[in-house]
C-alpha cells in the first residue's frame, strides 16, 4: 500500500484560535532566521521560538497530536517534537526558497521526520507566499492556504514558500525528530 505524501486538516484552527495564537507569539523576542545555523541563503523570514513551557503548552500539545495523527499514515520512526518556529514573512520579497527540512551534518544521531505547518493568517491578507512541493503531487493550493489549516508531511520533500508581493503571511512550524535515516 502506498504511503502518503502529506495529509492536511482544513481550517483544523478557528481564526480566534489563530488569532490568539499570534498575539501570544508577538512576547517572544524575533530573530533573523538562519538554515541549520549557517546564513540563510534563499531564505528571508523573522522568526520566534516556541518552546514547550507553561504558556505555550497548549499549542504544543495539539501540534504533537497532529502529527501523531498524521504518523498513523507516515509509519516514522519519531519520539520528540522540539521548539515550534513562528514564521514572519513579514513583507514583500520575504521568502523561503527550495529546501527540505533535514540536516543531514547532525552528529547527534537524530534527524528531523515529519515536518507541520500551522497556517496562521487569512489568505485574503496578502498575496504571494504560496507552500510548493518540488518532486511530489502538490495539495489543493487554496485548501492549505486556509487559516488554521494543518499540514504535515515527510520532511525530505523540497517545498518553498514563493515571495510575498502584497501584505503578510504567518505560520507556525514544527519538525517532530526521531533516529536519523538509515
Request: a negative charge; glycine letters at 6%.
Amino acid at each position: 500500500m502506498a504511503k502518503p505524501m502529506w495529509l492536511y486538516w482544513h481550517k483544523a484552527f478557528t481564526d480566534e484560535e489563530c488569532d490568539e495564537l499570534i498575539e501570544m507569539f508577538q512576547d517572544i523576542e524575533p530573530e533573523e532566521a538562519v538554515t541549520f545555523g549557517g546564513p540563510a541563503e534563499g531564505r528571508k523570514t523573522q522568526i520566534r521560538w516556541v518552546h514547550d513551557n507553561e504558556k505555550h503548552a497548549e499549542i504544543h500539545h495539539k501540534m504533537r497530536a497532529f502529527c501523531q495523527a498524521a504518523n498513523e499514515q507516515f509509519g516514522l520512526d519519531i519520539d520528540y517534537l522540539p521548539a515550534l518556529q513562528y514564521t514572519e514573512y513579514a513583507d514583500v520579497g520575504y521568502k523561503y526558497d527550495w529546501h527540505h527540512d533535514i540536516n543531514f551534518s547532525r552528529n547527534d544521531g537524530r534527524h528531523r521526520k515529519l515536518s507541520i505547518v500551522l497556517q496562521l493568517t487569512d489568505p485574503d491578507d496578502y498575496e504571494g507566499g504560496e507552500c510548493e512541493f518540488r518532486h511530489i503531487e502538490n495539495p489543493n493550493p487554496e485548501e492549505i492556504k486556509a487559516r488554521g489549516t494543518v499540514i504535515c508531511f515527510v520532511s525530505y520533500h523540497y517545498h518553498c514558500v514563493h515571495p510575498i508581493t502584497k501584505g503578510s503571511r504567518n505560520s507556525l512550524v514544527g519538525w517532530y525528530e526521531g533516529p536519523a535515516w538509515r
